[in-house]
Each structure stands twice: as C-alpha cells, then as structure tokens.
C-alpha cells in the first residue's frame, strides 16, 4: 500500500465543489489551486458544469482518466452520502481519498455504525482513506493543499500529524503568523483506515523531511507503533505530543474521541522504548521547532554549554536552569553591559575557533551602548560560517531588540523570548535516542490457563518452568518436614487480596501453633473454605532479603507492560518503581536495573552488603517471557520477591486471565 | 527613615545634568520632564547655567529651597567624584539620593573601597541612598520617572524591584511592549545603603499597590527579610526571583556582583518560611503579571477549574496539566467546533451563576464558525460582571485571534499563549500564604563552647540540658554494667568522620570482644590516641527504631537552618531530607514532621508500626533552641537519632564551632 499517488497524485477529484464559496469542498478546491497544484482538477457536483473556471463532472466515473489509481478524490459531503461514493471509489479502483466530512464514530452511535460500514468497505477494496472528520493534509513539498485550512507559500523540513483538527487549525494560523513553513501538515481525523502508523511508514522514507511531530489521542496498534518509531528514529526524531497522559485527561480524551487508548503508564512505556521524543505541552512543542528545522541537528547536539552575555544576572538564571535540566556549564563569558557588536563577534569568534562541541547561547539585553541589530548579523554571519555548531539565542527585552529577533529568526537561528525556553528545548531533543527493537524473541505457547484466577501451587509451577526460584510452598497438611517459623497462606478465589482478609498468619514457631492457626482459620471461614479453589498453604519464613515487586498487565495497544518496584512501604512512600514494556532480555533488564531510583540499594551503596542483581535480571528475563508466551494471562504479580544476596526467591504470586 | 521623600520630593537635583543629550544625566533629567513630575527641578552643571530650558546650578549648595531634606538628588557623574558630593549631601541636610554612577564595588578593588567610604557617610549622616550602580528609579503613580531608563504613560499595581540592571532595562522594554505598567520601577543596583528590605517596607503600606515582585542576586540580612515579606505577604504578595538557586549560577552571581550571599539552601527555606511566591525563571514571573494586577484577586482564587472550550484536543491537554500541577478539574464543557460567541456566553453564564469559585479557563482555537472577536467581547463583558470570579483566558492560533486577544488584554483579563501557562500560574500564586512570623522565644545563651570541635561527651550533656534523651554513653574503661552487644567508638577531633577510620566497632558481644577491640584500635592508631581529645566511648548497641539524621548549619543571612532526614540508605537514595528556618515551635515542628516525604514511614503506613512523631517533634524544637541559643555552634548534628514506637534516642552527635 504505497502512498506515493495520495500524497503526489496526477490529479485531485472534488467530491462536493461548488460555485458556493461557502461550502468547503470549494475551499478545498480552492486551497488546492492556490498552493500550485500542477495536476489535474476535477470538480464533482450533480448539478453544475463549470466551478470556479473548471470544467464540473456530475460524477467521479465521468473522469477522463485511465489511470483512477493515480488520483486522489476528496470528499466534502454530508455523511450520508459519504458510503456510497466510497464504494463508488472502490468499484471505479480510485484508492486514494480524503474523507474531510464529519458525522461519523465522533458523533453518534449512528455515525459509529457508517464508520464500521466504511471500514469495511475500505479494507474489501483495499482502500487509503484519510479521516473522516478531519481538515485533509498538506504537502508543501509538492505543493497539494489538499485541506481546507490556509497554508503559506513556503515549504519546510517538518511534518506535523494532529489527530486533533482544531488543534491542527490553530497550529497552522500559529505558524503562518510565525512564517514558519512545515512539510506536511496531516490531520489524522477519525483514523478509520490510514492512521500515524502508515504515514510514519510514508515519512520515513521522504528525505526532504527532517523530523516528524505527532499530536496524539490515543494510539491504536503501540505495538506497531513502537517498532516503526524506533526505526524512523535512526534517521529522523519523532516528537509526540500525547494527550490524556493525566486519569483526568484520559476521561475527557475517551469521551471526546470515543478512542479506546491504551492507559497511559503503557503509553508512556511504549514512547520510551520507541526513543521517540515525549513532550508535554503545546509549549514544549513548538519550542523544539526552531531546533527540528535545523540541518544535522543531530550532530551539532551537545549536553555541555557556554554562554556569552551582557548581562550577568542573565547568565546567573541560565546556568540555574541547566543546572536544574542536569546539562553542564563549561564557562560564562561576560561582555559587559557596555559591549557592542564588535565585542560580542570577539567572544564568539574565540569560542567557535576552539575544537570543543558546546552549544553556544547568546543572551543580550538593551542597554545604552547595546547595537541589537549589528549584535544580529554577527551571530548570522558567524552560525553560517560554523553550520556544526549550535548556536542559540535570546535577546530579552521589548521594541528595542524586536526587529534584531526577527532577521535571526528569518535566517532560521533559534531565538527564544527567554534563555530557559532555549536550554529545555536543547534538552529535551538530548531525549533522542538509537534504540533497537523489533527483537521479539518470545513467542506465544499452546498450554494456556483455562481458569479466570488461576491456582496457586500451579503458578508456582509455572514459576519453576521458567527457572524462577521460589519460597518452598506445600498445601497444608500434606506429608513434608517443616522448617519454623511458618507462614500459613489461605488462597483462592476467594483470597485474591491476602492481607484483607487475615489470610497471612505469620511467626507460626512450631507444629503445635501451626495447627492451632489452620483450626481456628477454617472455624472463621467454614463457608468460603468449603470450595474446592480455596485451600492452605505453609511456608517457610523469610527473615532476610530485600523485598521487590515484580509482574505484568497486558495493554490493549501496547501489549505486555512490566513492573518493577520495592516491595512494601518504601515503594509506596518513594513511588519506587518503574514501568516497562515486556521485551526484556538480559542486556536490556540489567540497563532497566540501573535505572531505576532504588539502584543504589540494589548496589550496596555506602558499604551496605550488595544484591543480586544478576539474578534479578534473570527473573525479569523469564517475566518477560512468560508475559509474552501466555497471551491469556491478562495481569501477574510476584510480591514479594525476595533478592539475597546470591539468588532471588518469589514467596508469593497472583494471576488474573 | 522614611522615605516619603525620596519617592515623593517636592525638587529633584540632577548631579550631571548636560546640554550634552548623550550624558545619563541629561537623559534622567529629560525623563523626568517627560514623566508629567510637577516638582521642581535643579540641573547641577559645574559650567552650564541654563539645561534643558531649565536654570541650572553650580552645585548643590546653590539650590534656593529651605527644605534641603524634601529633595531628591540623582547623582550621575563619574564613580571618583561621587563622594564629594554625597558629602556635601550629607552636611546640606539633603537625604535621599539616587547613585546612577557605576565605577564601585562591582568594577574594581579600589571601586569596593570606594563604596565602602560610601557607606560610612551614608551611615553617618543617614541618608537613603539608592545604588550605586543603578537605572535609577520610576514611581508611575506620582509620575515621577527618575531613571535613564523609558517608561510608559500609564500607571499600575504592581512594584518590580531588581538587582540587575540590565534585567530590569530588558523587562521594563519588554512591558512598554506589552502596554503593561508598573506602579514602582526600582532599580536596586549594588545596595550599598538602600536595601530590598528598606523598599519593602515602604511599599507594604503603599494602597496603590496590590503586589511587590523582587528580582534578586542575593539577600543581604535574610533573617530581616523574612520578617518583612511575612508581614507583607499578609497584605500582597510578594513574588520572588532568585539567581543562583544552583550551585553553578551562586558562583556566577559571586563574581559578578562580588555579594557575599547565603548559601541556596538556606535561601530557599528562608524564602518557604516567609510566604513569599519563589518563581525559578523569567517566563514564570512574566506569567504571574496578568494575575497580579487584578482586583481582589485572592479572593478570586480556587484551586478548582471548570473549563470552556471548542477544541477537546485542547482540554485533554489542559485537564493534563492541572493533573500535573494537583490542582482538580470539576468539569469540562465543549462547546463544539462549531460554536460562535452565543454558544460561549450560555456557557459561561450558566458556570458563572453557580455559587462555586471554580476557576473558568476559556479555550478556543479558529474553527469555519468560531467568532474570535465576539466571543472576546462576551468575556470581557462577563468578567465585568463577575468580578469576584478567576476567568482565565487562552485563544490558541495566530493572526485568526490576534485583535481577539489584544482587546482582552487591553481590558486587562489574564490571557495566555496556552492553557498550561494560565494554570501554571494559578498554582504558583496558590503558594501565596498567611504566615506568622517574628516569634523568637530563642535568645543567645551565656554558657559558649570555646573550642573548634567539641568534646564528644559534653555534647552529650549539653542534649541532655535539652532534655534530648540519649543512648548511654560511658568513657571507655570507666567502671559501669555494661549490656551488650556494645558499640566502640573513637572520637575526637581526629574522628570527625568515624566511618573513615573504622572509628566504629560494632557488634561486640561480652567483655573480652569489647577489651580486644579496644586493645587492638590502640595499637592501630598510637600516634592520635597520645591526644588527650581521642578517646573511646562505649554505648549499648540499639537494634530497633527507625534511624533519622536531624541537624542545623548557621547561613551567614538566614540564620540556623535545620536538617532533618530519614538517616542511612534510604536518605540518599530518596533524597529523604527537608531543609527548613530552625524556628521551630512544637506547631510548627509537627507540621514539619507532616510535610516529610517519609511522613507515611513514619505515621505507620499499610499497617505497620509507627513511630512516636510527638516525640520527634519535641526533639526538633529542641534543636531549634540549641541552635538559636548557642549562636557559637556553626554545624550540629546528631546522626543517627533511633527514632522509636515510643520515644527517641540521640546515639551520635557532631558539632563545629
């Protein structure tokens, strides 16, 4: 399913053109026109002829073309009409379409059921449909605007996909008012068919763009998602911007989008093992533009700053935020408040000469010997003369730096209205990552769980298939000799939530306390004891080891999402724990290890005795397999695991299929 | 001191004054002029006779006034002629003067003795000198402009004081730009007489203005500005922008201001216990102005949110970052794509008839029907009627809502870039607190240590004055019942670190482990054991209770700042501290004790024990007495403090005098 004709197709068919200037199918038309379209344009409309100085065709099989697939129709009608043109499309072998109508999934249960029907539809004939419920795209490469939102004249080396129009409108007046040119602007719409994993897929491959940024609300296949942006990240970053990251959030994005996204600590798992580039906020965002646009970004990157300035106290809050963005200063070089542009080109000519990679930030405020403009065209002449080095600018103040601000920026420097926007932006970028994927070495086993909870001793077993150690665990009662102290375990169905329900009888010291516990355990709960799923267990207790939570939930979008914690009141107090999709091997789980807060402990800091931590890595090895290969467990949990320090043994484990 | 005067003089005298429009001085003088002040004014030119159409005077002694103390002198000549002048200030009776003139402390050696000159006759013949260094000053409300630098016609409620000069140039062109003014404009220079403290409380009793915003490179007497912004801060808030919060811009802020200033995070509690809004970057101060400037805005404030909106993109988004910030969403109403300004005014009316105080955000991006200019017209109109009610403004886009948004602006409604910013700045105001302050009950004691490192057991003692309780502690080898295991310390001041040197020995189990250890350290360490200061102590070896570290450190401006943290691993790993003024009543103590990260730890979280949190609080208040009372000791700590179900115990003690 190439995209090639969508995006650069010979000709554009109008379904819903109209001498109206009014409608938006003419806008549409009309923007089409406007951008320098070279192809051909056809105009449908049941009634007129000649549309804006076009010949109209009644109908998209009165086209005079052989060759439909080449051709892109967009349709601007009212959706109950929308059906009936696509199988027309289908039948005639046009693939391309634009669907920019609305009245579908986002709007009633009625308009859910069309989507389905178009879905359909779509797939039977094998169909790329943009939309509905969406503004179209632009391409400013080849000049189709094929939306009807406005565009300038220009091109540029960024692609922008919004899955929200509004969104998308606003930032289109936002840029145009910015003379900021993007590649392409895509507004995914309802994602019926196409949704941002085909276009990554498109994009990826288009050299004239340098950088690709999603406005997201849910994403529907994380799996694939994950797979294409790590791949599209060797080349180009791709910044996200992902609505409904916040439980709040996420209720307003369901029932505004009726999109059943993934939860948003998967969603987050999954953007960073993509090494895409997570932002938070439309600020964030187009913070990171003027970066995005530059020519190899990449390779003028560097974590460590100088700063040149004629203003301390500026310099003073510059070296604060990269301090508190963890970056490095390597030296502030004061100017003074009487320097002109001659001493600012002194400064910065000596730096530029010297082998280091250090980002440069200019910062300059208004004072009585300042010369803005001569200051701009130093920094103009010297970036031009250095295009390896990043150098980036805030020139604080009002009227009397204004027109200094806007010949950078026209020269495409990055000037920021304050220096910490520049060093977060700068930051922000250092987020992207290579990173490998696509490894899946876990494949999905035959010997599923047939229960909804599944039994206890048989999840030790299951334990033992993948060489997790675990606490010896005996049903109580059976033959065995007991080293004391014991725990006695009620599990179940019905004891899901040990500690709830006084089911963890610790400290038992001989045979004698043991069996009085059993007694007067089965006396309190004779009813729910009766059922066969519910019985005792005896364990030995475990003095020593640090405990650790460790265990899976199954993302509809993301697939298999691992969790790892300190175990009891620490993790709770200090949020220790981290997050991660289940692909880990053995490199992969002990960097995980590494990274997370409670490492330190792991690591024996302070002259502490150390843990395993190979051992550990081990078992989350085996966690991510077993997550992979049993697809019908739907949530695990080891808790606690008990890391030694030489091995690791799980004391207790739950299921839910 | 009042500085009536100075802000309100019946005459300004320009030192400096020049036919010459290049002179600073001719500028101050022309700005003044043109400010609209209606006081007379003496150009002061050692040839000139006539400057600027006005009479001018040989010196200030020429002046035909009788009230030399009602007039304001602007000195701005160069640094080695200022003294005479400041002197003939000083014998004249003349009192309040504004130092324009750079050439001091924070050019050279010879400039800092220059400006130490300057203080003593400030001091002698109490005069209120703003600078030197300085723009001068603008008091908008008295129209009186006596700076070099531009400043608007209007006037305003807020008073900006800066430490930098060329920050507070940049940021009065920035507002000139923005149509946005001031009340006062005070440019604070190198503070040798005038401080932020003297400002303070002069603009505390100020009715015109609604809140005081400080940029500042140091304080200079923290324990006074504590003080007074508590007192304020009762009445308006004060917004304060620190540099040099981090390690790296506190040693740029040193040499480029050459101010001793207290270390950050002293500052930093300093600034939490006096109830200022501490704001970390420029963007963050800019964005509280729109708040700021409003009527009664206190009462405005919820940290609640309802939302109206066109785009639900955007209050997903939103909803995010009011997550983010813990503030709550109540609701979010969208109006849909297609609403103009009626479907807005519904809305908002229908929110603002509810008795609640929600906070209303008002989102809207340009749609085919959204009416920007309209709907402005509906908010402005509503936020006039309501006045008791926070509506926060963000029309996200560019030319499409320009005019939409400058009109709110010009009605002075708080509109933002994006919606994160408006609730960004809600939280941050929402810092704005009522606190008390000035209670001291601590007053210096007569009994000082007079060596550097203080002897280990009369530490001991002195916690027992305390009424701290202790772990025993005997002298190794005095006659006592010992119950073991015992713990063998060395101290001393060549044991100042006792982990260093193996200083601790721990675990010994009867008398004879005791004596071999001991035997065995004496012969390890001969040459520092012949001092008399080295000895072993014995103590009991504690095994239970939760180990805290709890401690003070004297800042040079803030007086004792306490530590207290969770003690060993954990404090590391979690950074499980909290730095707060030792002030500390039991009230407070307690509420400290609440704001702990490991409060949960403490107070028995998930139905493990807890542990004795009044005691704790009796202990820090303890502390907070020592510290206050024995001004000697510059660092204490006890490290660990056995903090028990009942009761706590000091087993280690360190101090530097």
């Keep these: 399913m190439s995209l090639d004709y969508f995006f650069k197709p010979l ?22 026109s406007a951008s320098g379209y070279r192809g051909k344009l056809y105009p449908i409309n049941l009634k007129e002829t000649k549309i804006a100085n076009l010949r109209a065709f009644s109908s998209l099989e009165n086209i005079p073309t052989r060759n439909f697939a080449s051709i892109l129709v967009v349709i601007a009608i009212p959706a109950q009409f929308v059906m009936s043109e696509i199988e027309k499309c289908g039948k005639l072998g046009l693939k391309n379409i634009v669907i920019i109508s609305a009245g579908f999934k986002e709007s009633s249960a009625d308009g859910a059921i069309l989507e389905k029907e178009l879905v359909e539809v779509a797939n039977k004939y094998k169909l790329n449909i943009l939309g509905p419920n969406c503004l179209g795209f632009i391409n400013n490469i080849n000049r189709l605007n094929a939306s009807f939102a406005a565009s300038g004249s220009g091109t540029g080396r960024i692609a922008l996909l919004s899955q929200s129009g509004a969104i998308g409108s606003a930032v289109l007046d936002w840029l145009k008012d910015k003379n900021f040119n993007l590649g392409y602007f895509i507004s995914l719409g309802n994602k019926a068919s196409l949704d941002e994993n085909d276009f990554l897929e498109y994009l990826a491959n288009d050299k004239n763009i340098s950088a690709i940024i999603l406005y997201l609300e849910d994403i529907k296949n994380g799996r694939k998602f994950m797979e294409l942006v790590s791949r599209v990240s060797s080349k180009k970053p791709v910044v996200v911007l992902k609505a409904g990251m916040s439980e709040r959030g996420e209720q307003i994005a369901k029932s505004h989008t009726g999109a059943m996204a993934g ?26 533009l003027p970066l995005l646009q530059m020519e190899s970004m990449r390779e003028r990157l560097s974590n460590t700053f100088q700063i040149v300035t004629n203003a301390g106290g500026l310099a003073v809050l510059s070296a604060d935020e990269i301090s508190k963005q963890e970056l490095f200063l390597r030296n502030s070089i004061d100017v003074l408040g009487d320097a002109d542009a001659i001493k600012y080109e002194l400064a910065l000519r000596n730096l530029l000469s010297q082998k280091s990679k250090d980002n440069i930030l200019i910062l300059l405020t208004p004072q009585t010997s300042t010369k803005p403009l001569e200051t701009a065209a130093v920094i103009i002449k010297l970036s031009k003369k250095y295009p390896k080095r990043l150098i980036v600018i805030s020139f604080l103040g009002g009227a009397a730096v204004y027109e200094a601000k806007e010949i950078m920026k026209h020269a495409k420097l990055p000037v920021y209205a304050y220096p910490e926007l520049a060093i977060r932006a700068i930051n922000k970028l250092s987020d992207w990552k290579d990173v490998s994927f696509g490894v899946q070495p876990y494949k999905e086993r035959l010997d599923k769980f047939g229960k909804t909870e599944v039994d206890y001793l048989a999840l030790f077993s299951l334990l033992k298939k993948y060489k997790i150690n675990t606490v010896k665990t005996i049903r109580y009662g059976t033959e065995a000799t007991l080293t004391y102290p014991v725990v006695l375990k009620a599990v179940g169905p019905d004891f899901m939530h040990k500690t709830d329900k006084g089911a963890i009888m610790l400290g038992l010291d001989n045979q004698l306390s043991l069996e009085k516990a059993a007694a007067s355990f089965y006396s309190q709960n004779k009813k729910i004891m009766q059922k066969e799923e519910n019985y005792l267990v005896v364990q030995p207790q475990i003095s020593s080891g640090l405990e650790l939570i460790l265990g899976f939930k199954r993302d509809v979008s993301f697939g298999p999402v691992l969790l790892v914690g300190l175990g009891g009141i620490y993790a709770e107090t200090f949020k220790a724990i981290k997050i991660v999709i289940a692909d880990l091997d053995k490199a992969r789980a002990l960097a995980l290890i590494q990274s997370l807060s409670f490492f330190p402990i792991l690591n024996g800091a302070r002259g502490k005795k150390s843990y395993d931590i190979n051992s550990l890595a081990d078992v989350i090895v085996a966690i991510s397999r077993l997550a992979n290969e049993h697809a019908e467990i739907k949530e695990f949990d080891i808790n606690p695991l008990f890391l030694k320090e030489k091995g690791a043994l799980a004391a207790d484990v739950r299921a839910i299929i």
């Excluded at 906020?281 to 913070?287: D, I, K, P, Q, R």
């Design 263 to 288: 939860a948003s600590a998967a969603v987050k798992a999954g953007l960073e093992r993509s090494g895409a580039i997570m932002v938070e906020s439309l600020e964030e965002l187009f913070n990171l």
């Design 11 to 32: 000709g554009v068919a109008i379904v819903g053109a109209s001498s109206d200037k009014s409608k938006i199918g003419r806008q549409v038309l009309d923007n089409i």
